[in-house]
């Protein structure tokens, strides 16, 4: 992916994430923002050592 392809890609999981929180609010469950986080940066992780190979 160039960089591009990786910034958006982010941005739509980033806003995934910020959906799943909302609904989970919405539902009256826990949203557990630190495991939304991880998640985020996990997948920025995972997407970014792609690139490199």
């Known amino acids: 992916m160039n960089d591009q392809e990786i910034i ?5 999981f980033v806003e995934q994430k910020e959906r799943q929180i909302a609904s989970n ?4 469950t826990t949203p557990n923002k630190g495991d939304a ?9 995972r997407v970014s050592s792609n690139e490199d190979k």
Do not use: F, G, Q, Y
């Open 37 to 45: 986080v991880k998640a985020i940066l996990d997948e920025l992780e």
């Open 8 to 12: 958006k890609h982010m941005i739509d």
């Open 25 to 28: 609010r919405l539902a009256s």
